[in-house]
């Protein structure tokens, strides 16, 4: 029963997806067309005058004529056909993440060779956009700028004058022959024309033909009708509603009830608090604040051992001194014991020997 329940759940989402793959395919297709042309109007650039230069202006423009839509001339403009190095780098941009592109667009022509040549020989007067009259017209591979589907028909706003989806969305197989027509609209944005705020956004600016959507304050809740927090119809649990400022974010660590856990401090952040862990102190797995024994020792304003032998210098200066001081022959026997200790100690003991963890003690 299980299995079956799963591939049940598997054909749903299979031909939930499958529409917007097929739709895809017909994009492309559409793009091999815009490649041929594009490579087209190189190939008929690059042959313009390269083969009459001469100093008869008469005769050149009269074997001009000719080779204009000489089969000479084809032969040399297809050589350019389906090739994106024969295209600039804006224009190869829109063909990025097409896979194949140059193979697909080849197989096309091989396909509709016939209707090309047609263009070339009979249709270059009559019907001048190339991509019209092939994409559109001939092989019904794609669709004008705003519209959409079998018949071309127009996206939402189009047949108002107005951009498609009020350009603040995409309208679905836009430009292809596929796709339904509706419109994906921006984040943001609602309606059947994506001409409308979505809830927790206000109307920024508006005009007959175009609107402009901002998101409300983090505190609002229920909408709003201005940008920051004193444009808030209401306040998210958080906030509290002041008559002047609007929602103001409430304190909660005034509440002595907050974070009463050992080793912990309440933080208060933007409508809500943390209980954080205090200074050299970490959570542990079971979320209970220890101290990080792995936390940086503090440092002092002088090394270690530096400051100890400042400690023992200076109390020898003043044992010297209670020595002259006092004209004591003890205390000159005890100086002079300390004096060579002193000097033992800096002279023969290497520092590097101390153990490590005897070095970090301070």
Known sequence: MRNRVCDAICFTIFIALLPAYALNLENDKCKYCSLIVETFKTGMKKTENQHFAGGNTEWEEKKLGKFAKSETRLVEIMEYLCKLRNVDEF???KFDRVKEIEFKCQQLVEEHEEAIENWYFHKQNSDPDMFAWLCYDKLNLCCPEGRYGKDCKPCPGVEKGLPACFGRGTCHGEG??????????QKGYVGFMCSNCDANYFVAAQTPNSIE?????????????????????????????????????????????????????????????????????VR?????CVLDVQARPVEMWLPPDTMLRTIALSSLCVLLTAVIWRRSVALFIFAAICLIIALYIELRVDHTTVPFVSRNIF
């Open 91 to 93: 224009t190869k941009r």
């Open 284 to 288: 542990d797995t079971n979320g209970t």
């Open 213 to 281: 959507c901002k998101e409300c304050h983090a505190a609002c809740t229920g909408g709003c009708d201005k940008e920051g927090p004193s444009g808030c119809k209401a306040c998210r649990s958080g906030w509290m509603m002041d008559p002047n400022e609007g929602c103001k974010d409430i304190n909660e660590c005034e509440d002595d009830r907050r974070c009463t856990e050992e080793h912990t401090v309440c933080v208060n952040t933007e409508g809500s608090f943390e209980c954080r862990c205090i200074a050299d102190y």
């Open 176 to 185: 292809s022959r596929e796709g339904k027509g509706r419109c994906e609209c």
